[in-house]
C-alpha cells in the first residue's frame, strides 16, 4: 500500500489553504547626467575626470578604472584623439586610470551589424578587469554609442558607460537615450537592452569634422522632437535651418542642445523610459524610417530614413484629415532647407513598407501604436494605417521632391 500524506490528499480535493499572491512594487532610481562642455580632453577641462570620481565608492579605492572605446571613423578624421585621451588621463591620475590604449572600433552601421563589435569590446572589458565600480568611456556616433553600450550593459551584468557622442544625430538624440542595440536577422535593432548610462557628454567641437551628410542627417531627429513637444522650437529650426545646413555652430548648437533637453525630460518624465507599453511618441517617423534603412541596406543613413518618415507620416495625416497641408508643407520645406531627402525611390513599393509596419508592432509588442500630428506640438495616436492612404502620402512626397505639388 502507498501512503499518501494529508496535503496530498487536500491538494486533490481542494481543501487546502488558498494561494498566496504577492504583488510587490519595485522602484529603481537612476540619476541622468547630461553635460555639455568644448574640447572635453584639453587636461584642463575636469568634466570627465569629474564623472569618474563621482562613481568612486571610497577614496581608498583610488583612480577609477576606464576603458575607452573610439569609433574608428572619428579616430581616422581626427587622428590624434586617442593620444588626447591618453594624455587628458593622465593630467587627471587622482580620478581615473586607462586600462589600455583607447580601443578603436568600426564606426557607422557596421558597428549594429550582429554581436561581432558588441563581443570585442566585452572582451576588452573583460580583459581590463573592468568592474561594476569601472567605466567605460565611448566616443563616437549613434552606432558605436550603441554597441558599447550593449557590451557594457552585459559584462557584468553592466558596468558603468560614459557617452560622448561625435554626430550632431548622437548629441541631439541617441547619447541620452536608454536605449542600446544591435541590428541581427536583418531587423533593425532585434537585439538590445534597456541601461541609461552613468553620463553623457556633449563636446560641439567633435562635430567639427563630422562630414556634411553626417552633420545634416542628424537634424531630422531635432525636427522629430520638436514637431511633437513645442512648436516654438519648430520655428527656430525653421528659420535657422539655411545657417545650420552651412555649418553655422552658433545656430546649430542651441539647437542641438534644446533637442538633447527635450529628449532628455521625455525619457525622464513620460512615465515609460522602458517603453514597456506600446505607445512611444518618440518613434514618429520611424515606422517607415527603420524599414527604409533595412531596404536600402543602409545607403540611406538613420537621419536621412527618419527625415523621410517625418515627411510620409505629416503626408498621410493630410491624407487622413489630421493635419492641415500647409502644416506639412512647412515640415517638408523645413526638412529640404536643412539639406535632408523627403522621399525615396523605396516609398514608390508600398507593400515593402506596409510589412514594415507589422515588424515595427513586433517591435513595440502589442497593439499597433503609431504617432501622427493633428498640428505642431500636438500629437496623436493611431492603431492602422489605411494603404490607399500610405500611398497616396508616399506619391504627395514624391510631388515635392520632383517639385510638382498637389
Not at 82 to 106: K, Q
Not at 172 to 183: E, F, L, P, S
Request: negative net charge.
Amino acid at each position: 500500500m502507498t501512503g499518501h500524506s494529508c496535503d496530498d490528499a487536500q491538494a486533490k480535493t481542494g481543501g487546502g489553504p488558498a494561494p498566496e499572491r504577492v504583488d510587490a512594487g519595485l522602484v529603481v532610481r537612476f540619476l541622468h547626467r547630461l553635460r555639455t562642455v568644448e574640447r572635453c580632453f584639453d587636461p584642463r577641462e575636469g568634466t570627465i575626470a569629474a564623472l569618474c570620481s563621482e562613481g568612486s565608492d571610497s577614496a581608498a579605492r583610488g583612480p577609477s578604472r576606464v576603458l575607452a572605446i573610439i569609433d574608428g571613423g572619428l579616430a581616422a578624421a581626427q587622428p590624434d584623439l586617442a593620444g588626447r585621451i591618453e594624455r587628458y588621463a593622465a593630467a587627471h591620475e587622482a580620478e581615473m586610470r586607462l586600462v589600455a590604449a583607447p580601443l578603436v572600433v568600426p564606426g557607422g552601421e557596421a558597428a549594429k551589424d550582429g554581436l561581432g563589435t558588441v563581443l570585442n569590446i566585452a572582451g576588452a572589458i573583460d580583459a581590463g578587469h573592468i568592474c561594476r565600480q569601472s567605466f567605460v568611456l565611448a566616443v563616437g556616433g549613434g552606432a558605436v554609442l550603441d554597441a558599447a553600450g550593449m557590451a557594457a550593459s552585459l559584462v557584468h551584468r553592466g558596468v558603468r558607460l560614459i557617452r560622448v557622442p561625435s554626430t550632431t544625430l548622437a548629441q541631439d538624440d541617441a547619447g541620452v537615450g536608454v536605449k542600446n542595440g544591435v541590428n541581427w536577422r536583418g531587423k533593425k535593432n532585434l537585439l538590445g537592452v534597456f541601461d541609461p548610462p552613468w553620463a553623457v557628454v556633449n563636446d560641439p567641437t567633435l562635430l567639427h569634422t563630422l562630414p556634411d551628410a553626417d552633420w545634416r542627417a542628424g537634424f531630422s531627429e531635432a525636427v522629430k522632437v520638436a514637431l511633437l513637444k513645442d512648436a516654438s522650437y519648430f520655428e527656430q529650426i525653421e528659420s535657422a535651418a539655411p545657417a545650420i545646413r552651412a555649418r553655422d555652430m552658433t545656430a546649430a548648437v542651441p539647437v542641438i542642445d534644446r533637442s538633447a533637453r527635450l529628449h532628455l525630460a521625455h525619457i525622464i518624465t513620460g512615465g515609460d523610459p522602458f517603453e514597456r507599453r506600446s505607445a512611444r511618441p518618440l518613434d514618429f517617423g520611424h515606422w517607415s524610417a527603420h524599414r527604409i534603412e533595412m531596404l536600402t541596406r543602409h545607403a540611406v543613413r538613420h537621419g536621412e530614413a527618419v527625415a523621410i518618415g517625418l515627411a510620409l507620416d505629416c503626408m498621410y495625416a493630410v491624407c487622413a484629415g489630421m493635419l492641415a497641408a500647409d502644416v506639412a508643407d512647412r515640415v517638408i520645406a523645413t526638412l529640404t532647407a536643412l539639406g535632408l531627402p523627403a522621399w525615396h525611390a523605396v516609398l514608390d513599393d508600398a507593400d515593402g513598407l506596409i510589412e514594415g509596419v507589422e515588424e515595427f508592432r513586433e517591435h513595440l509588442g502589442g497593439e499597433l501604436t503609431l504617432t501622427m500630428l493633428t498640428a505642431i506640438g500636438c500629437p496623436v495616436d493611431i492603431h492602422a494605417l489605411d494603404p490607399g492612404l500610405l500611398r497616396a502620402a508616399a506619391a504627395a512626397c514624391a510631388r515635392h521632391a520632383t517639385g510638382t505639388r498637389r
